[in-house]
T-cell receptor, first 118, second 113 residues
Framework: AQSVTQLGSHVSVSEGALVLLRCNYS??????LFWYVQYPNQGLQLLLK??????LVKGINGFEAEFKKSETSFHLTKPSAHMSDAAEYFC????????????????FGQGTILTVHP | DAGITQSPRHKVTETGTPVTLRCHQT?????MYWYRQDPGHGLRLIHY???????DKGEVSDGYSVSRSKTEDFLLTLESATSSQTSVYFC????????????FGPGTRLTVT
């Protein structure tokens, strides 16, 4: 079984400041890891994903995340926050045998609401 | 954007009544999922489907049933709605062709009074 913990249900930053959203996971097999963003009254949109290969993953809107196996972490960062980044962010994990019995199922963290101040 | 629609988008119903939510996709993805979203809980998997007529339970399946009679449609039924089922429900799809990324529908806001 896998699980995801997002540290901090609310994060507040100033415009132009570094954004750091924390995610730790547990998984019995090598994981696939995802970050999704949800704007108010909308569905979830994929920001980036890690499956295999390079551990630093770049996504949309200037976000990136680094897979650190030794720390079981997949933290999301952005060098300079913009007002439009205000949203809720979800980290999710899937088992890497997605084509097998895991059927691509995702386990989500509880979410982190990002607020950006002018 | 992936072609996923959900209907209805909003619904208010009374305790004890059956409710069916529909998810429709035009992407021919093999896998489909139903989640519920509640504050502080993220998204939790209710049921999923790995093919036509092939479904299984997720983390929070009690009080829900699903059916998938064709690739494009995945129905979620609340057999007898309760106030604890007031939530926002999301459908998602994925496929091996797209690396099992999940694409989400716009959601259905259900209120049980």
């Amino acid at each position: 079984a896998q699980s995801v913990t997002q540290l901090g249900s609310h994060v507040s930053v100033s415009e132009g400041a570094l954004v750091l959203l924390r995610c730790n996971y547990s998984s019995s097999v090598p994981p696939y890891l995802f970050w999704y963003v949800q704007y108010p009254n909308q569905g979830l949109q994929l920001l980036l994903k890690y499956t295999t290969g390079a551990t630093l993953v770049k996504g949309i809107n200037g976000f990136e995340a680094e897979f650190k196996k030794s720390e079981t972490s997949f933290h999301l960062t952005k060098p300079s926050a913009h007002m439009s980044d205000a949203a809720e962010y979800f980290c999710a994990v899937s088992l890497s045998n997605a084509g097998g019995t895991s059927y691509g199922k995702l386990t989500f963290g509880q979410g982190t609401i990002l607020t950006v101040h002018p | 954007d992936a072609g996923i629609t959900q209907s209805p988008r909003h619904k208010v119903t009374e305790t004890g009544t059956p409710v069916t939510l529909r998810c429709h996709q035009t992407e021919n993805h093999r896998y489909m999922y139903w989640y519920r979203q509640d504050p502080g809980h993220g998204l939790r998997l209710i049921h999923y489907s790995y093919g036509v007529k092939d479904t299984d339970k997720g983390e929070v399946s009690d009080g829900y049933s699903v059916s998938r009679s064709k690739t494009e449609d995945f129905l979620l039924t609340l057999e007898s709605a309760t106030s604890s089922q007031t939530s926002v429900y999301f459908c998602a799809i994925s496929d091996a062709r797209t690396g099992y990324e999940q694409y989400f529908g716009p959601g259905t806001r259900l209120t049980v009074t």
